[in-house]
């Protein structure tokens, strides 16, 4: 099974800036998915990243909100912009290795004040 | 669209004892995936156990094991021999399957566990 690090791994960050949240995986995959978790609530797909091409949102999801890097095949981004409190979630990116179902990092708990 | 439902927002179970989590699913795909996560306080996301639809067998894994029901549109996971390492919320997912690419998960709400001592 992949490996998947994801940093940081929590923050609290001020309303109106912006953070970027790193997903390094062990081994090449072709696509890679952005989920958010708000508070108490289950998973949703932000967006799905691959490499060398633009990412493809889900709606109600924006890329001037949650613009995604994928420079590479073992390697993605996720800017959470203009925080506003409502953005307070937990952010876990995911991934499908070669062989086996789709695996979680160990996601990323942001706080805004 | 599919969909799928957890309707127990939370449960409990004596350890050693068995437990049976629901979940029910809404789709037109006669060809698909479903899973169960587990995700204890420490937040990772675990996959537990995976079922394709094609396969009339129920998955088993150790103590985890499903009852999946295609025409019910059911998909429930047991779990014997409940340990307290068990305590965690559970969710059920689907994914539709393409051809061998991937596609993404569909979450239900989730059930938090609860296993006592």
């Known amino acids: 099974s992949a490996v998947i690090s994801q940093k940081p791994s929590r923050d609290i960050c001020q309303r109106g800036t912006s953070l970027t949240i790193q997903c390094q995986v062990d081994?090449?995959?072709?696509?890679m998915f952005w989920y958010r978790q708000q508070p108490g609530q289950s998973l949703t797909l932000i967006a799905t990243?691959?490499?060398?091409?633009?990412?493809?949102?889900e709606s109600g999801f924006v890329i001037d909100k949650f613009p995604i890097s994928r420079p590479n095949l073992t390697f993605s981004t996720l800017t959470v912009s203009n925080m506003s409190p409502e953005d307070s979630s937990i952010y876990l990116c995911?991934?499908?290795?070669?062989?086996?179902?789709?695996?979680f990092g160990d996601g990323t708990r942001l706080s805004i004040l | 669209a599919q969909t799928v439902t957890q309707s127990q927002p939370e449960m409990s179970v004596q350890e050693a004892e068995t437990v049976t989590l629901s979940c029910t699913y809404d789709?037109?795909?006669?060809?698909?995936?479903l899973f169960w996560y587990k995700q204890p306080p420490s937040r990772q996301m675990i996959l537990v156990i995976r079922?394709?639809?094609?396969?009339?067998q129920n998955a088993t894994e150790n103590r985890f094991s499903v009852n999946f029901q295609k025409a019910a549109k059911s998909f429930s996971l047991k779990i014997s021999d409940s340990q307290l390492g068990d305590t965690a919320m559970y969710f059920c997912?689907?994914?539709?399957?393409?051809?061998?690419?991937?596609?993404?998960?569909?979450f239900g709400t989730g059930t938090l566990l609860a296993v006592q001592p």
């Open positions: 995911s991934v499908v290795p070669p062989a086996g179902p789709q695996h």
């Open positions: 081994s090449q995959v072709t696509m």
């Open positions: 990243a691959n490499q060398g091409s633009e990412a493809t949102y």
């Open positions: 789709t037109s795909e006669s060809n698909y995936y």
């Open positions: 079922q394709e639809a094609y396969k009339q």
């Open positions: 997912a689907f994914m539709k399957h393409n051809g061998g690419a991937t596609n993404k998960l569909i």
